[in-house]
């Protein structure tokens, strides 16, 4: 069983910058990527950003040039620096581990951007 933590989140006017991470507990074994996830008022959970074990890495277009995702060297934390931050950056962040086929999530951490 795979347990993840979050933290990092918090109010910042547009423009600032946060960063959040995530700490992953148990076995790496089969652990094959790691992402952050966020989801706004009203909307559908999406994905913002992920890493790969062999540390390809994916983003949004929304968050392209601004976010940057990173994993810590023993492959149990992940990263967001969140620079530029948008109003619509405004949601919950929630951290994903992929292992062993099976998705595990975090609870979640708010990022609330004021304009």
């Known amino acids: 069983q795979v347990q993840l933590v979050e933290s990092g989140g918090g109010l910042v006017q547009a423009g600032g910058s946060l960063r959040l991470s995530c700490a992953a507990s148990g076995s790496i074994s089969g652990r094959n990527a790691m992402g952050w996830y966020r989801q706004a008022p009203g909307k559908q959970r999406e994905v913002v950003a992920t890493?790969?074990?062999?540390?390809?890495?994916n983003y949004a277009d929304s968050v392209k040039g601004r976010f940057t995702i990173s994993r810590g060297n023993a492959w149990n934390t992940v990263y967001l620096q969140m620079n530029s931050l948008k109003p619509e950056d405004t949601g919950v962040y929630y951290c994903k581990v992929e292992q062993y086929g099976m998705d595990y999530w975090g609870k979640g951490t708010l990022v609330t951007v004021s304009s």
């Open positions: 890493i790969r074990r062999g540390g390809s890495t």
